[in-house]
């Protein structure tokens, strides 16, 4: 069975600073795709990166970017200049090619402090 | 467009009552699903369909039922509903454009408490 794990509950950032977050995944698929969702207080899910597994380099998003480490099943998420609108619970999801069927990690809680 | 929209935003049950929970996107998708979100657990996947008359079950399909009669369209039903139903339920949407992977587009989100 496929699954996600993001390993860090809760995290905290600094204003202006970076913060990454971790994602690993367990599957026998070559091709597949991997999200991050933001979550605010609003419960609204509100998609922030897209990497697709066949494509070698990693996505970028603005202040946005991924680490795909494909051998190692890894996908972390790096925001660069915290703001406080960036806090928010964040969901990392993997998507096999052969389905619709969305696979969420736990989720990661962000805290960014003034 | 308006995107993905789902009513109710609250509602609260007594256990053993019925509804429905209902969704709809304007973004002509072929693919729509719902899902639940509990703490600590993620969103997990009830029931999904590929399009107008194509439902399939996801991970936790027990106690709902989903039917597609457009592609607007995708109410979920609660039959006999359990406080182990109380949750946060989001329907998604995306369109596949000839192929899987295109990113899922979520609605706002409907709070259940079942008493």
């Known amino acids: 069975a496929q699954t996600v794990t993001q390993s860090q509950p809760e995290m905290s950032v600094q204003e202006a600073e970076t913060v990454t977050l971790s994602c690993t995944y367990d599957?026998?698929?070559?091709?597949?795709?991997l999200f991050w969702y933001k979550q605010p207080p609003s419960r609204q899910m509100i998609l922030v990166i897209r990497?697709?597994?066949?494509?070698?380099q990693n996505a970028t998003e603005n202040r946005f970017s991924v680490n795909f480490q494909k051998a190692a099943k890894s996908f972390s998420l790096k925001i660069s200049d915290s703001q406080l609108g960036d806090a928010a619970m964040y969901f990392c999801a993997f998507l096999p090619s052969n389905t619709g069927k969305l696979i969420f990690g736990q989720g990661t809680t962000l805290q960014v402090k003034p | 467009n308006a995107g993905v929209t789902q009513t109710p935003k609250f509602q609260v049950l007594k256990t053993g009552q019925s509804m429905t929970l209902q969704c709809a996107q304007d973004m002509n998708h072929e693919y729509m699903s719902w899902y639940r979100q509990d703490p600590g657990m993620g969103l997990r996947l009830i029931h999904y369909s590929v399009g107008a008359g194509i439902t399939d079950q996801g991970e936790v399909p027990n106690g709902y039922n989903v039917s597609r009669s457009t592609t607007e369209d995708f109410p979920l039903r609660l039959l006999s509903a359990a406080p182990s139903q109380t949750s946060v339920y989001f329907c998604?949407?995306?369109?596949?454009?000839?192929?899987?992977?295109?990113?899922?587009?979520f609605g706002p989100g409907t709070r259940l408490l079942v008493l």
């Open positions: 998604a949407s995306s369109s596949h454009r000839g192929r899987v992977g295109e990113t899922q587009y």
């Open positions: 990497q697709e597994a066949y494509k070698q």
């Open positions: 599957t026998s698929e070559s091709d597949y795709y």
